[in-house]
């Protein structure tokens, strides 16, 4: 099958031709052992190999490769975007393990260069790239999910502190979480979208009960979490107290875009080729039906490169990727949830069966279970069809 980095010769600058062989040297020299044995484990919404995932980002952190083009002082390399990108997509092609701390390395942390102050940067952004410091991102509530500006925790200045009081849920990573990033109603009077703000607050604390929620997979991934007067220090708002709208839209456009879904395709790629060894095993590959929805599925997956291409394009010219980034989550979501689906049929009455996931037959039902989450989070497949019809196709709301 066609190599991913295909991609990146196509846009990379020549003379970064000597940052991509020492990475391709490194990942040769340091993917051995465990690492090798666990290609392409984990996801940005996917707790398995937890441990194993993160000894390889502290590896990662240590030899400097990580957030590359952050700034020096905030443990990065200084190096440029596209340099970011060429490390992502050799990353991804060479099926490294995927990084536990994609919350504050790949969300959080991009907010904060954009809208954070000098002093939050200082504090959190080298704690994030050392993988010293874990991230939740608390946005959803049971009553205001696709509709967040519907959201009711509320925050209320107290002296020098915040005192929080609410309900949050699904919660990737929370259980791992040492720091939140949560949006408040810090003005309950003015109009939805206004009163909002983005909090960091410390998850140790009495006020803060962190419930781990386990998903159809069996993974203990999100969580619920309570606010019972919790309290951060009043700086710690990211930009403007009320103005967390125009920060958590940047956030989102981050969850859907170009650094988060290059990874996924390494994966895909994987579970394509994994499907093809299967449908041989089970003999599944003599029918034509599921022959014809196989290829389809490969068909498909190119479109899925040409749609991050264009985004990483959209990344490499400077632009933030606006609804493109909804297009290649549309994409993708439900690309990777009809392969679930196929996967399901080539096994037949055996995918009835639990499996177990470090299996080959086990591996292919968790590609279902799991994927059945990709068209949620990150904003629904129905959110990103609005967001296209109003933007792109200009349609009326
Ligand atoms: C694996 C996973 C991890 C997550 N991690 C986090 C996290 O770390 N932090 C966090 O804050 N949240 C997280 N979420 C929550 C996620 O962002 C929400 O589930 C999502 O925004 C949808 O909100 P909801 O579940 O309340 O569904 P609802 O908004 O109630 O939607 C229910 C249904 O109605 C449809 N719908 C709603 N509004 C419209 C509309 N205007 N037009 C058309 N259809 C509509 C939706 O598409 C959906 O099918 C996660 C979710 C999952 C599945």
Not at 87 to 106: C, K, L, T
Not at 339 to 355: A, I, K, N, S
Request: proline share 4%; aromatic share 10%.
């Amino acid at each position: 099958m066609p190599d991913l980095d295909a991609n990146a010769v196509r846009t990379h600058d020549p003379g970064d031709a000597g940052f991509v062989d020492e990475l391709r040297g490194w990942l040769a020299d340091h993917l051995v052992g465990d690492f090798a044995k666990h290609k392409g484990v984990g996801g940005i919404a996917d707790d398995s190999y937890w441990e194993l995932r993160l000894e390889w980002e502290r590896l990662l952190a240590r030899h400097r490769w990580l957030n590359i083009s952050w700034p020096l002082e905030y443990g990065g390399r200084g190096g440029t975007v596209q340099q970011e990108l060429l490390f992502h997509i050799e990353h991804a092609r060479a099926e490294a393990p995927y990084w536990v701390g994609s919350q504050g390395r790949d969300l959080l942390g991009p907010t904060l260069l954009q809208f954070g102050s000098d002093a939050q940067r200082a504090r959190f952004l080298p704690a994030i790239t050392a993988a010293e410091e874990f991230w939740g991102q608390g946005f959803s509530e049971p009553g205001a999910g696709s509709d967040l500006a519907g959201l009711a925790t509320r925050a209320e200045a107290d002296g020098d502190a915040w005192v929080i009081n609410g309900e949050k849920i699904w919660m990737t990573f929370g259980d791992h979480a040492d720091w939140l990033y949560v949006l408040c109603r810090t003005d309950p009077a003015a109009p939805r979208h206004r009163g909002i703000s983005m909090l960091l607050v410390p998850r140790h604390q009495d006020g803060v009960e962190v419930r781990p929620i386990t998903n159809i997979a069996g993974g203990r991934e999100f969580c619920e979490v309570f606010f019972t007067d919790a309290r951060t220090a009043r700086e710690l708002v990211v930009g403007e107290v009320n103005g967390g709208w125009k920060v958590v839209m940047a956030t989102l456009g981050n969850e859907r875009g170009g650094s988060t879904v290059l990874p996924f395709l390494a994966s895909f790629r994987r579970q394509v080729r994994q499907l093809v060894e299967y449908a041989r095993q089970v003999g599944a590959d003599q029918d034509p039906v599921l022959r014809a929805r196989i290829i389809k599925a490969w068909e498909d997956f190119r479109v899925l490169q040409l749609h991050s291409d264009r985004l990483l394009g959209a990344v490499l010219s400077g632009r933030h990727p606006g609804p493109e980034s909804s297009l290649t989550k549309l994409f993708w979501a439900t690309w990777h949830r009809d392969l679930g689906e196929l996967v399901m049929d080539v096994m037949g009455r055996d995918g009835l069966v639990w499996h177990d996931p470090s299996d080959l037959a086990g591996e292919q039902q968790r590609i279902f279970l799991n994927s059945r989450a990709e068209t949620i989070y990150g904003g629904t497949v129905e959110i990103q069809r609005n967001i296209i019809a109003e933007r792109v196709l200009g349609l009326p709301r």
